[in-house]
């Protein structure tokens, strides 16, 4: 199966390939886009109600910006009104990986892609039905395939 994305200036992007990705933060700068790299590397967050895909509703799946891991499904995705795309449930058991994250005095858990370990949001305990989850991402950190692609 082939790349549905293609980025042929970064070399560890793949939609199909889930190895585990160990490269230098030096590495990825030359191969994100500045506004990406701050996000996925330096766990920036982009201001609410500015991402591309905080509202969207199109049916389709998302994957991690850096290196094009499946994360969710749009049938996952709700409008939580907090100005981030927000998922119920991730991909599969691997796609999103957790971390503590007790910065700005807050006690949080970071969600970060799988594969690439990249900064994607904070999941916290106050989303819907079926699993009570909130998968609160960046949308920067997100790329999107249409279904009707």
Same mark, same amino acid.
């Given at each position: 199966?082939?790349?549905?994305?293609?980025?042929?200036?970064?070399?560890?992007?793949?939609?199909?390939?889930?190895?585990?990705?160990?490269?230098? !933060?030096?590495?990825?700068?030359?191969?994100?886009?500045? !506004?990406?790299?701050?996000?996925?590397?330096?766990?920036?967050?982009?201001?609410?109600?500015?991402?591309?895909?905080? !509202?969207?509703?199109?049916? =389709?799946?998302?994957?991690? %910006?850096?290196? @094009?891991?499946?994360?969710?499904?749009? @049938? %996952?995705?709700?409008?939580?009104?907090? =100005?981030?795309?927000?998922?119920?449930?991730?991909?599969?058991?691997?796609?999103?990986?957790?971390?503590?994250?007790?910065?700005? @005095?807050?006690?949080?858990?970071?969600?970060?892609?799988?594969?690439?370990?990249?900064?994607?949001?904070?999941?916290?305990?106050?989303?819907?039905?079926?699993?009570?989850?909130?998968?609160?991402?960046?949308?920067?950190?997100?790329?999107?395939?249409?279904?009707?692609?």
């Amino acid at each position: 199966m082939e790349n549905k994305n293609s980025k042929p200036e970064n070399p560890y992007y793949s939609n199909t390939d889930t190895t585990k990705l160990h490269v230098t !933060d030096a590495e990825w700068k030359k191969v994100l886009a500045e !506004d990406v790299y701050e996000v996925t590397r330096n766990a920036d967050t982009e201001r609410p109600f500015t991402g591309k895909y905080w !509202d969207s509703d199109e049916k =389709g799946t998302y994957y991690c %910006a850096a290196c @094009g891991n499946k994360l969710f499904r749009s @049938g %996952a995705k709700f409008s939580s009104s907090c =100005g981030w795309p927000s998922f119920f449930e991730q991909e599969n058991k691997n796609s999103v990986i957790y971390k503590k994250d007790n910065s700005f @005095g807050m006690q949080r858990i970071e969600a970060l892609c799988g594969r690439c370990d990249g900064h994607l949001g904070h999941l916290f305990d106050d989303g819907p039905a079926p699993t009570g989850k909130r998968y609160c991402m960046n949308s920067i950190a997100l790329d999107f395939i249409s279904d009707t692609k």
